[in-house]
């Protein structure tokens, strides 16, 4: 059974910086994709960034390139998101992905889902 459980969110200023972790049970082979997704209110989940779990492929939304760092952690099997320069915008329930497929941008199809963290920057 695959899990993925995030965690690190939280209300930050304007400028700051958060780091979100999610960690994984159940995910069997390295070659997974893990993305982060974000939803605001009102607003569809859009892709925020993705890393292979071999680490040697990533990808960002434009919005956040320069600002957002995904990693990855084989033996802790955690994924990271460290976010800099946060801006209001940024607002959103951050979410966990994972599948088999590398390279896709859509939520729709992402198959398993962690179940969200809350980040807040306030201007």
């Known amino acids: 059974q695959v899990q993925l459980v995030e965690s690190g969110g939280g209300v930050v200023q304007a400028g700051g910086s958060l780091r979100l972790s999610c960690a994984t049970s159940g995910l069997s082979f390295s070659g997974y994709a893990m993305g982060w997704f974000r939803q605001a209110p009102g607003k569809e989940r859009e892709f925020v960034a993705a890393v292979r779990w071999s680490g040697d492929n990533t990808n960002y939304a434009d919005s956040v390139k320069g600002r957002f760092t995904i990693s990855s952690d084989n033996t802790k099997n955690t994924v990271y998101l460290q976010m800099n320069s946060l801006k209001p915008e940024d607002t959103a329930v951050y979410y966990c992905?994972?599948?088999?497929?590398?390279?896709?941008?859509?939520?729709?199809?992402?198959?398993?889902w962690g179940q969200g963290t809350q980040v807040t920057v306030s201007s």
């Open positions: 992905a994972a599948d088999i497929t590398w390279g896709i941008v859509s939520p729709l199809l992402y198959e398993y």
